[in-house]
């Protein structure tokens, strides 16, 4: 079992940028495949970023390509989101999420452990 607590949103204006933290506790970190989903008042969850237990696979929405990038650090268990020119149709709450082995990251339901989200709001 893992636990995960996101941290780093908050209002910025448009071309601004935010780095969300993901804290994980619990079994090994490096087994764990990370995602980043969001979610907009009205609409549903959707896939930002996920990347690999080693960070050798990394893949994103097209919407966030070139704009976001996802890493992580297994020594200090902390999966992160750098988001750089937002825009205000990225504003959502963002959760992080992890899982154990599978193929993929962009489906939420292959993910078992989700934070509680962040609240990310880009103003225009």
């Known amino acids: 079992q893992v636990q995960l607590v996101e941290s780093g949103g908050g209002l910025v204006q448009a071309g601004g940028s935010l780095r969300l933290s993901c804290a994980a506790s619990?079994?090994?970190?490096?087994?764990?495949?990370m995602g980043w989903f969001r979610q907009a008042p009205g609409k549903e969850r959707e896939f930002v970023a996920g990347?690999?237990?080693?960070?050798?696979?990394?893949d994103y929405a097209d919407s966030v390509k070139g704009r976001f990038t996802i890493s992580r650090d297994n020594a200090r268990n902390t999966a992160n989101l750098q988001m750089n020119g937002l825009k205000p149709e990225d504003t959502a709450v963002y959760y992080c999420?992890?899982?154990?082995?599978?193929?993929?990251?962009?489906?939420?339901?292959?993910?078992?452990?989700w934070g509680q989200g962040t609240q990310v709001t880009v103003s225009s």
């Open positions: 999420a992890a899982r154990i082995g599978g193929i993929g990251f962009r489906r939420d339901f292959q993910f078992d452990y």
């Open positions: 619990g079994r090994t970190f490096s087994a764990y495949q």
């Open positions: 990347i690999s237990g080693y960070g050798v696979t990394t």
